[in-house]
């Protein structure tokens, strides 16, 4: 009778991400510890909005939980008709060039390397792509190589969108917890339910992850490690949400494309802004600087909790609205919804028209006088 009450796939799921919870629980004060004693700390710097030397390296407990949680949970028949352990390989790819960027710091260009290798790897041995277009364009079935190729490209562009939200403390964690609820919760009611365990099991590691990060006695950063991983996870739902609703079904939603750039709308729409104001001013994409939306709200006086209260309720929000109202819109009406909502989402979050005074991380420079003072 337990047997029967446990192999249930809600109590299931419950327990994956109960188990998931208590593996990053019990490693972060380790990892903590043993950055502490190694110095392995990320120094604060002109950008920071952090003034503490803090450990960056919240994605080992991350990856450690979703790896071996998602191989004890998912069903082995699943795994092996639909090749989906084969994901693993991508995101052990993605998890030591995260951890490296952490540890050494990397050119940007050869994590992006990294991030095209996992996901045509994920392409090819999973099949899990993006084969129709939903009339974009007047474009419905597209062949193999055109759909490896835009797969590819809305991996990777989804992984460096979560890669950048990740600049105040909780921001990716609730980003990431909202988006995957709500595909979880989608891939729950149409029977995908090794996605379906994979959303539970994310979702438990960062909502352990998050009360570190927001932490006194042991706060720890995701780092790269952890953002790309989990970047790469949203990504495959993203994909994988779409190529279910290519055909009919239980839970059919002719808007897929749509409803998932909206269930991701905060790191995709901010990162989008940001690139393009950073190469319309002639410098690089990857260039970092203090121009994304957090950024905004926190040189506002706001605090790195408020900020991510704020900006996950607005993806909440957009989340909640757009499977209501335009879940059965036509794709080629709202994606031009999508681009003119864009446009002026440009125009008015911009630093000179958001924040009312110039950035200065004020505990930074109270720790500078502080040393200087010390030093005289």
């Given at each position: 009778?337990?047997?029967?009450?446990?192999?249930?796939?809600?109590?299931?799921?419950?327990?994956?991400?109960?188990?998931?919870?208590?593996?990053?629980?019990?490693?972060?004060?380790?990892?903590?510890?043993?950055?502490?004693?190694?110095?392995?700390?990320?120094?604060?710097?002109?950008?920071?909005?952090?003034?503490?030397?803090?450990?960056?390296?919240?994605?080992?407990?991350?990856?450690?939980?979703?790896?071996?949680?998602?191989?004890?949970?998912?069903?082995?028949?699943?795994?092996?008709?639909?090749?989906?352990?084969?994901?693993?390989?991508?995101?052990?790819?993605?998890?030591?060039?995260?951890?490296?960027?952490?540890?050494?710091?990397?050119?940007?260009?050869?994590?992006?390397?990294?991030?095209?290798?996992?996901?045509?790897?994920?392409?090819?041995?999973?099949?899990?792509?993006?084969?129709?277009?939903?009339?974009?364009?007047?474009?419905?079935?597209?062949?193999?190589?055109?759909?490896?190729?835009?797969?590819?490209?809305?991996?990777?562009?989804?992984?460096?969108?979560?890669?950048?939200?990740?600049?105040?403390?909780?921001?990716?964690?609730?980003?990431?917890?909202?988006?995957?609820?709500?595909?979880?919760?989608?891939?729950?009611?149409?029977?995908?339910?090794?996605?379906?365990?994979?959303?539970?099991?994310?979702?438990?590691?960062?909502?352990?992850?998050?009360?570190?990060?927001?932490?006194?006695?042991?706060?720890?950063?995701?780092?790269?490690?952890?953002?790309?991983?989990?970047?790469?996870?949203?990504?495959?739902?993203?994909?994988?949400?779409?190529?279910?609703?290519?055909?009919?079904?239980?839970?059919?939603?002719?808007?897929?494309?749509?409803?998932?750039?909206?269930?991701?709308?905060?790191?995709?729409?901010?990162?989008?802004?940001?690139?393009?104001?950073?190469?319309?001013?002639?410098?690089?994409?990857?260039?970092?600087?203090?121009?994304?939306?957090?950024?905004?709200?926190?040189?506002?006086?706001?605090?790195?909790?408020?900020?991510?209260?704020?900006?996950?309720?607005?993806?909440?929000?957009?989340?909640?609205?757009?499977?209501?109202?335009?879940?059965?819109?036509?794709?080629?009406?709202?994606?031009?919804?999508?681009i003119v909502t864009f446009i002026l989402y440009s125009l008015i979050i911009r630093r000179d028209v958001i924040v009312k005074k110039p950035?200065?991380?004020?505990?930074?420079?109270?720790?500078?006088?502080?040393?200087?003072?010390?030093?005289?």
């Amino acid at each position: 009778m337990i047997t029967d009450f446990l192999n249930t796939p809600l109590v299931s799921l419950s327990v994956a991400s109960i188990f998931a919870f208590i593996i990053v629980s019990v490693t972060i004060p380790v990892i903590v510890r043993v950055a502490m004693e190694k110095h392995l700390m990320e120094e604060p710097n002109g950008r920071s909005s952090h003034a503490q030397k803090t450990p960056n390296f919240g994605g080992i407990a991350i990856f450690a939980s979703v790896v071996m949680t998602f191989l004890l949970a998912t069903p082995e028949t699943a795994s092996s008709a639909l090749n989906i352990h084969l994901i693993i390989p991508s995101l052990v790819i993605l998890f030591f060039i995260g951890l490296k960027d952490d540890i050494l710091v990397i050119d940007p260009y050869k994590k992006l390397l990294a991030q095209i290798l996992a996901a045509a790897l994920l392409i090819y041995f999973t099949d899990i792509r993006i084969s129709n277009l939903f009339g974009i364009l007047g474009t419905y079935e597209i062949s193999y190589i055109p759909s490896f190729v835009i797969t590819l490209f809305v991996i990777v562009v989804i992984i460096n969108a979560y890669n950048l939200i990740d600049g105040i403390d909780g921001l990716a964690a609730g980003i990431g917890i909202v988006a995957a609820l709500t595909f979880g919760i989608y891939f729950y009611l149409a029977g995908i339910y090794w996605a379906a365990v994979l959303a539970a099991v994310l979702i438990g590691s960062l909502l352990a992850f998050i009360r570190f990060n927001f932490s006194e006695e042991n706060k720890i950063f995701m780092g790269d490690s952890g953002s790309l991983i989990v970047g790469f996870i949203l990504s495959l739902f993203a994909v994988k949400f779409i190529q279910h609703n290519e055909v009919l079904n239980n839970v059919y939603i002719p808007n897929a494309p749509t409803i998932a750039i909206l269930i991701l709308a905060v790191p995709l729409f901010d990162t989008l802004r940001v690139f393009t104001h950073r190469i319309a001013g002639g410098i690089g994409p990857f260039v970092a600087d203090r121009n994304h939306i957090h950024h905004f709200i926190i040189d506002n006086g706001f605090s790195h909790l408020s900020a991510t209260l704020l900006l996950s309720l607005c993806s909440i929000a957009v989340v909640s609205i757009s499977c209501y109202f335009f879940s059965q819109s036509s794709v080629s009406y709202s994606f031009t919804g999508l681009i003119v909502t864009f446009i002026l989402y440009s125009l008015i979050i911009r630093r000179d028209v958001i924040v009312k005074k110039p950035y200065i991380n004020e505990e930074l420079l109270r720790k500078k006088r502080r040393s200087t003072v010390g030093q005289s």
